[in-house]
């Protein structure tokens, strides 16, 4: 069965930086991206960046791309997002997905993030 | 990088009752890569409709998608107590990937 297992929850100050991993079990790890989305109390969601679990490239949103790292770790099998400066509106919930890919009929493929984790508590308070 | 606005923000309806949700992009997308996701409070969101149109696996068939262009919607054809949740479309784009709003689907 494919899981994904996230860090525990952390409580850090402003200024600081975080690091969350996401764990992956029951599927190729290489085969597949891992995206990063976060969700705010209250609020939508919001997509982050991805990180290629085979080559290690990486996709960052332009909200967080001076702020956030995105790498994995083939051997074990665990992606991380590290977040700096972090500030009071960086208080969420961050989700590790991965995104799937399956081959139309047609030729194209279809995309989506079909397994997620349960998600990583951060707050950010002095 | 493409907006997508979900509507109504919340939907009250009955179980057994028909819900449709409205997601509209700003600029003309590939409906390949157009997904609808149920999210239940603190719990991660859950794949549904991927393709616009085609169901996740394990997904019952009261849940269809439909649309092209700029104009998606999820159906729910008769309601189930569990079905009540925040719904969200997503959009996969050259360079970024974006999520909805999001509808509530209350009960009434």
């Known amino acids: 069965q494919v899981h994904l297992v996230q860090s525990g929850a952390e409580l850090k100050k402003p200024g600081a930086s975080v690091k969350l991993s996401c764990k992956a079990s029951?599927?190729?790890?290489?085969?597949?991206?891992i995206h990063w989305v976060r969700q705010a109390p209250g609020k939508s969601l919001e997509w982050m960046g991805w990180v290629n679990g085979g080559n290690g490239a990486t996709q960052y949103s332009q909200n967080f791309q001076d702020r956030v790292t995105m790498t994995r770790d083939v051997s074990a099998r665990t992606a991380y997002m590290e977040l700096s400066s972090l500030r009071s509106g960086d208080t969420a919930v961050y989700f590790c997905?991965?995104?799937?890919?399956?081959?139309?009929?047609?030729?194209?493929?279809?995309?989506?993030?079909?397994?997620w984790g349960k998600g990583t508590t951060v707050t950010v308070s002095s | 990088d493409i907006v997508l606005t979900q509507s109504p923000d919340t939907l009250s309806l009955s179980p057994g009752e028909r819900a449709t949700l409205s997601c509209r992009a700003s600029q003309r997308g590939t409906s390949t890569y157009l997904a609808w996701y149920q999210q239940k409070p603190g719990q991660a969101p859950r794949l549904l409709i991927y393709?616009?149109?085609t169901r996740a696996t394990g997904i019952p068939d009261r849940f269809s998608g439909s649309g092209s262009g700029t104009d998606f919607t999820l159906s729910i054809s008769r309601l189930e107590p569990e079905d009540f949740a925040v719904y969200y479309c997503?959009?996969?784009?050259?360079?970024?990937?974006?999520f909805g709003g999001g509808t509530k689907v209350e009960i009434k």
């Open positions: 393709g616009a149109s």
């Open positions: 029951g599927y190729t790890f290489t085969n597949h991206h």
């Open positions: 997503q959009l996969f784009g050259n360079s970024a990937l974006t």
């Open positions: 997905a991965r995104r799937g890919l399956a081959a139309s009929s047609e030729g194209y493929y279809y995309y989506y993030l079909d397994v």
